[in-house]
Nanobody, 124 residues
Framework: QVQLVESGGGSVRAGGSLSLSCVAS????????MAWFPQTPGKEREGVAS????????YYADSVKGRFTISLDNAKNTMYLQMNSLRPEDTAMYYC?????????????????WGQGTQVTVSS
């Protein structure tokens, strides 16, 4: 059974930083795409960063380029999201996602497995 467990959320003031982690277990295939999807109440999840575990290729949404960094530690089956220069509009529940990697994208439909989320709150 595939499990994704996020951690590292919290509250921070605008301009601050947070680091999120996602530990994956039970995933049979070594090559997969993983991504981070923030979601605010009443809105759909919109991906902000994705990474291919086989090639290390990375894709960012324009809204986070230069501020967020996605990375992997394959030995630990862990994905990270370093978030710098945080803004109030970054406030959301951040979900970790994983799925087959035919292409690297931020389309929610590509991702099959989801974590339970970790809350990030940025105050002005």
């Amino acid at each position: 059974q595939v499990q994704l467990v996020e951690s590292g959320g919290g509250s921070v003031r605008a301009g601050g930083s947070l680091s999120l982690s996602c530990v994956a277990s039970g995933y049979t295939y070594n090559r997969k795409c993983m991504a981070w999807f923030p979601q605010t109440p009443g809105k759909e999840r919109e991906g902000v960063a994705s990474i291919a575990t086989g090639t290390g290729s990375i894709y960012y949404a324009d809204s986070v380029k230069g501020r967020f960094t996605i990375s992997l530690d394959n030995a630990k089956n862990t994905m990270y999201l370093q978030m710098n220069s945080l803004r109030p509009e970054d406030t959301a529940m951040y979900y970790c996602a994983a799925g087959p990697c035919w292409t690297l994208s931020l389309l929610e439909t590509q991702y099959v497995y989801w974590g339970q989320g970790t809350q990030v709150t940025v105050s002005s």
